[in-house]
């Protein structure tokens, strides 16, 4: 048997090869333990089975040692510093190469085939097996939009569902691992995750669903990365792995490429997008809370000028979006002259809606319109498409994706999942789907939707969630006047530094992200009242900053509604109150749109110990002094 085997540039993360039977192999071991299974590699061409009788060739390693920064990002800086091997395998007269990088925070492998001409691949034979230490794991069903859950999956259940990219497993107590692609185009397509009643903890890649015939192109064919993100719930919130795996930018001038808010209308009034004078309304909002964008979308063709649209926001210091269906931009020159004209009214970026395919045809049209907005120096949030998969560092002007089911559903428009994002469903996201890419999630519902969650929360969104643009989802007479709105017109929507304070799918986060000297912190909770205990290390040593906080408001709850020491203790005479009650109160008290707002000093070593309610939250901006 041959074998190989490359480590993280830190040394605990260790990427071993082998052959078995003419079968090539991967695992990750990560401090001495696999947080992977020996997995097959391999893919089946129309003229050879590539994933079986293959005998070994040669060797080569490498390294990679790299830093680049985004225009818009979680980061200031990323780091790609890999270590390296390219396995090259022959079966009869065709070449298989396996290239393989290992990090400290993850590992990826792709297949390349050389040579020349057409191509036809059948499928592909790589997979993910847990190892049998796994813990638990946390998967959304794959739908051709990415809007759903992401659900913990019994073991003995992997098998009855395909599973869409990213999953994320326990592997070790502590120790996890999200299972991504990344460089995905439209030479191959995106893929997702399957396995079987005989062996439910392998995954195997699989094609697009809806991609009925073999994946075609030319050679060389290279498939997309198959990642294993590795460590810690903060390594694999604050990692730019799949960036890394990408190809570097395609803009010369990056200087549009400009993250933010968005004042949108849509979402709470579906029909205004058509009425001019509301508009007008929604921009002046935009105007009054400092945020660069406002975004017409789906309904303005035949009822907005959107030339004089345009004159309106520049008056008022305002850029606009624009939304299009992706069925109007499939044809080349089609897409290419609406960029030109809506660019030359002074437009600034494009949503581009209902892709719902990974199918390689679907996958190349982003290319195209990744390509064509870059030259008209457009931005682009794809809706209704794929999720992520880093091609952000090729593409820094694609903002954001939905791929997401967030603020939208609130609206109870879809009979398939009338209950909307939860709390929950909020706790999860950040090291699933946020992992990956940024999301258009829409955030900040207070009124003008239900949406289980305290006020608090709805504004924690906006730093535990990542989006490079903010679509936020409230009316203006909503926000102008909440206790919130200092923090929502200040909250950036791109940062220089990501830290995960703590976290728990499901449970809990609190994030901290910081855009220069200023901190943000935003912490969320789902089912169960909690206690965050905030520790301030993260601030700089020696300056004292100053800090508001707005938290859920528990002053009108009962001491038995709230985590242990958060209120005081119950008195004699709420005791005899309850007891003269003919029928205790059967839910919790809690206003869910009060929030307490304070201010106060802080300096690095201090600690906070803030209280949240049932699926509370709270936001808290640090200003140095």
Same mark, same amino acid.
């Given at each position: ?112 085939? =050389? !040579? ?49 990219? /990213? ?21 191959? !397509? ?26 075609? !192109?030319?050679?060389?064919?290279? #498939? ?129 809606? &209902? &892709? ?25 949030? &794809? ?34 999942? /009338?209950?909307? =994002? ?25 009124? #003008? ?22 679509? &936020? ?31 728990? /799918? ?78 205790? =109160? ?40």
């Amino acid at each position: 048997m041959n074998e190989f085997r490359i480590t993280s540039p830190d040394g605990k993360l260790e990427l071993l090869l082998s052959l078995q039977n003419g079968t090539p192999f991967y695992q990750v071991i990560l401090a001495g333990k696999p947080v992977l299974n020996p997995s097959p590699l391999g893919i089946c061409m129309a003229e050879v089975d590539l994933s079986r009788g293959l005998t070994h060739e040669s060797i080569a390693y490498d390294a990679i040692d790299e830093t680049y920064s985004l225009p818009a990002f979680k980061k200031a800086v990323c780091k790609n510093q890999a270590s390296i091997v390219l396995w090259t395998l022959q079966k009869e007269d065709k070449t298989l190469q396996i290239e393989g990088r290992a990090y400290n925070d993850g590992a990826a492998l792709r297949l390349v085939l =050389p !040579g020349e001409g057409e191509a036809e691949i059948i499928s592909e034979a790589t997979g993910y097996a847990l190892p049998d230490s796994a813990i638990r794991v946390y998967a959304q069903k794959l739908i051709f939009s990415y809007e759903d859950h992401y659900n913990p999956v019994p073991f003995s259940e992997l098998h009855q569902n395909p599973f869409a990219f /990213p999953v994320l497993t326990e592997a070790l107590p502590g120790v996890f691992t999200l299972y991504a692609e990344a460089g995905v185009f439209g030479n191959y !397509g995106g893929s997702h995750l399957r396995s079987t009643k005989e062996n439910k903890r392998l995954f195997t890649i699989q094609k697009a669903p809806d991609k009925l015939d073999n994946i075609h !192109g030319k050679y060389p064919v290279t #498939t997309p990365w198959r990642v294993i993100m590795a460590g810690s719930l903060g390594d694999i919130v604050e990692s730019n792995l799949l960036e890394n795996l990408n190809p570097p930018s395609i803009l010369k001038d990056a200087s549009f490429v400009k993250g933010g808010v968005c004042a949108w209308n849509w979402m709470v009034e579906n029909d205004s997008t058509k009425d001019i004078d509301r508009i007008h309304d929604f921009v002046n909002y935009a105007a009054e809370m400092g945020w660069p964008y406002y975004l017409a979308d789906g309904g303005w063709p035949g009822h907005i000028d959107i030339p004089e649209l345009v004159k309106y926001c520049e008056e008022r210091k305002i850029k606009v979006w624009l939304w299009e269906h992706s069925a109007q931009m499939r044809d080349y020159q089609t897409a290419y002259d609406k960029m030109k004209l809506w660019s030359s009214w002074g437009v600034v970026g494009l949503k581009i809606d &209902f &892709f719902e395919s990974d199918g390689q045809e679907r996958v190349a049209q982003y290319d195209m319109l990744a390509e064509l907005a870059a030259e008209f120096k457009l931005m682009l949030n &794809f809706h209704g498409a794929t999720k992520p998969a880093g091609e952000i560092r090729t593409w820094p002007h694609v903002m954001t994706r939905e791929a997401v089911m967030g603020g939208e559903y609130l609206q109870n428009f879809s009979t398939f999942l /009338p209950m909307g =994002p939860d709390a929950a469903h909020n706790c999860t996201l950040p090291f699933t789907r946020c992992a990956v890419g940024p999301a258009d999630y829409t955030p900040v519902t207070f009124e #003008t939707y239900l949406t289980g969650t305290t006020d608090a929360h709805q504004t924690a969104l906006t730093v535990v969630g990542t989006s490079y643009i903010q679509n &936020f989802s409230e009316k203006p007479e909503v926000v102008l006047k909440h206790p919130c709105k200092p923090f929502l017109m200040e909250v950036p929507a791109c940062f220089d530094e990501t830290k995960l304070l703590e976290g728990e /799918p499901a449970s809990h986060v609190t994030m901290a992200r910081r855009y220069g000297k200023d901190w943000y912190v935003g912490a969320i909770c789902a089912r169960l009242p909690r206690n965050v205990e905030l520790s301030f290390d993260f601030l700089e040593d020696g300056v004292t900053y100053e800090a508001d906080l707005y938290c859920d408001d528990l002053s009108d709850e009962l001491p038995f509604d709230a985590a242990v020491g958060a209120l005081p203790a119950p008195t004699q005479e709420m005791v005899d109150m309850l007891t003269e009650c003919t029928q205790r =109160p059967a839910s919790h008290l809690h206003d869910m749109h009060k929030v307490k707002v304070e201010h106060f000093t802080v300096k690095k070593g201090d600690e906070k110990m803030i209280p949240l309610s049932v699926n509370g939250g709270f936001a808290l901006a640090i200003h140095a002094k």
